[in-house]
């Protein structure tokens, strides 16, 4: 198959619906159902199930959904990082989401500077739950991401800081005043709905989104301890006991070849040692000092 009729095939089963689709794409709406049943012929498989009322993936369908993402992503990868590269001017551009460095991002770019490989950084400051979709398709290099919540597959990683979890509340919740809590506690409260997550509370797509919901009365939240260092006045912070923890992680495309990439993992785990925050171990796929190599 080719990268237009595999962006056909995603854009449907994203859409779920032809017409959608059709409008996305700029096209109408047959050659796009032909398409789409050529393709199945030629791979001899149902990707979809169609009635009257809805479209639905086949088994065979999600499993090319997901690889055919992937897939268009690296495609788009390749050909951005390609351009970046031959720019007069190279730069590195790093993605995270506002308040989600853990406090670590100036010691970091501090660190990265004084390396011989480094370059200027672009920082790129994105949504909620959005950083690993654009280092995935090469819209960044490197990431800032969060363990257990983003999708880390297809990256290599390395951990900088853990953090337990504080719930944050209106000064006039009931459980403002607590030395601590347990989730237990704050069974029946309305907690806010991530983008690509189910849930019942509202949606929240930024940081200063959610604490304004939470001022608000609209919601509260189980976040990590740092998130008191951007707090409102009209918040307060109580400890989680049994919280998650959360793991801030330096993430980058697997086997990566940019001596800029390498340096920048480089000062990120040597700016959290010198922090007190971590720990540094020289690891063998930080590079290969020739020729910025990833190896084990």
């Known amino acids: 198959m080719d990268s237009r009729e595999l962006g056909y095939f995603v854009a449907v089963a994203e859409e779920l619906h032809f017409g959608r689709a059709a409008e996305r794409l700029g096209i109408a709406q047959p050659p796009l159902s032909r398409a789409i049943k050529q393709l199945e012929h030629r791979l001899g498989v149902a990707l979809f199930e169609r009635t009257s009322r809805k479209v639905v993936l086949t088994a065979a369908g999600e499993v090319l959904f997901h690889e055919g993402r992937k897939a268009l992503d690296a495609l788009s990868a390749a050909t951005l990082r390609t351009q970046r590269a031959g720019e007069p001017r190279p730069r590195l551009v790093l993605v995270m989401k506002p308040a989600g460095d853990s406090a670590l991002l100036d010691s970091i770019l501090a660190a990265y500077a004084e390396d011989a490989d480094s370059i200027p950084v672009e920082l790129s400051v994105c949504g909620i739950g959005e950083q690993s979709g654009i280092l995935r ?53 309305t907690f806010p709905r991530w983008p690509g997550k189910p849930g019942s509370g509202p949606l929240v797509r930024d940081s200063a989104q959610l604490l304004l919901l939470v001022a608000l009365g609209r919601t509260i939240a189980v976040l990590p301890e740092s998130v008191r260092a951007h707090l409102r006045d009209d ?8 919280g998650p923890v959360t793991t801030t992680v330096v993430a980058w495309p697997e086997r990566s070849r940019s001596r800029a990439v390498a340096a920048f993992v480089r000062a990120a785990t040597r700016s959290v040692d010198l922090a007190g925050r971590g720990s540094y171990i020289e690891h063998e796929r930080y590079e290969d000092a020739a020729h910025g190599t990833w190896t084990g």
């Open 137 to 189: 398709d090469g819209r960044a290099d490197v990431a800032l991401l969060h363990a257990p919540y983003d999708d880390m597959s297809g990256f290599d990683t390395e951990e900088l800081h853990s953090e337990d979890s504080v719930a944050v509340l209106p000064r006039g919740h009931r459980l403002a005043d607590c030395d601590h809590l347990i989730m237990a506690d704050m069974a029946g409260e």
């Open 235 to 242: 918040l307060v912070t109580v400890p989680v006991l049994d």
